[in-house]
């Protein structure tokens, strides 16, 4: 990001009812406003699914970041989501710093992130973070578990299915666990 123009441009686009944030540029705390106001636009008319396209931002810090929050909740709140793609391996690092990378999804893709709208974030959440679904293929365990759970612990890697989500466990056939209750 150094050396790059201190500017930010912010683009918007609809996908099937989820607006598209575009950011190019850099994105720190003397560019998070005009990032909040167009959020809180979008809030206002009903927006509430959320994808920010980060490709094209050189330069993202804590501060940039912050103008998210809170409009990650509000999504949330209304049944939506907001998700974000494209991000570099920088901006992920600032993510992973803040805490955040367990409470917001994040893709490679814009066809990806989209593609996880289509589910409710509940489905994807357990006891308010991102969570991983674990069971084995076959018939020696009817349940599937979060990734920490004893009986998850117990099997061996090579046997283990990771599910996306909830909703895909239990389309798969499984059965919530009794124990960790995912």
Partial sequence: ??????????????????????????????????????????????????????????????????????????????????????????????????????FVQTFAKEDECLKAFELPIDEYMSRGALAEYVSTDGRSDRFYHLSYCTAAQKIHEEDRIYYESKWHARNSGKLPCKRCKP
């Fill in 1 to 102: 990001g150094r050396g790059q123009k201190k500017i930010l441009k912010i683009d918007l686009k609809d996908a099937d009812g989820v607006a598209v944030i575009v950011l190019e540029g850099r994105l720190d705390e003397t560019k998070a406003e005009p990032v909040t106001k167009v959020f809180e636009r979008l809030m206002n008319r009903g927006f509430a699914r959320i994808a920010v396209d980060c490709a094209r931002l050189v330069y993202l810090d804590s501060h940039g970041i912050s103008s998210f929050v809170s409009y990650i909740d509000e999504a949330r709140a209304r049944g939506g989501d907001m998700k974000f793609f494209g991000m570099s391996a920088e901006s992920r690092f600032v993510m992973e710093r803040l805490g955040l990378s367990n």
